[in-house]
Nanobody, 125 residues
């Protein structure tokens, strides 16, 4: 059973920063791709960022490019999402996910096999 646990969410004013973490127990498979997605009330779940196993390849949604940074520490089984210059439109529940069979950075929800429970990020103006 793969369990992903997000942490680091909360409330912040516009222009502020938060760092999300996604921790999981040691997986029996590798390499794999990890991604962050978000879902605002009444909207679909959208891609935010993704990173390959070695960290050499990353991809970002246009809406967060230049403000968010995804990174990973495989020794700690943890992936991070540093979010700077936050805007009210970044308000959403953020989910991390693992794509077991992907070998390249993927934006597609369908490629991801395991999901965390989600964590709320609220940005006030």
């Amino acid at each position: 059973q793969v369990q992903l646990v997000e942490s680091g969410g909360g409330s912040v004013q516009a222009g502020g920063s938060l760092r999300l973490s996604c921790a999981h127990s040691a997986l029996t498979f590798s390499p794999y791709v990890t991604g962050w997605f978000r879902q605002a009330p009444g909207k679909e779940r959208d891609f935010v960022a993704t990173i390959t196993w070695g960290g050499q390849s990353t991809d970002y949604a246009d809406s967060v490019k230049g403000r968010f940074t995804i990174s990973r520490d495989n020794a700690k089984n943890t992936v991070y999402l540093q979010m700077n210059s936050l805007k009210p439109e970044d308000t959403a529940v953020y989910y991390c996910a693992v794509a077991r069979f992907a070998r390249i950075a993927s934006r597609s929800l369908g490629d991801y096999d395991y999901w965390g429970q989600g964590i709320q990020v609220t940005v006030s103006s």
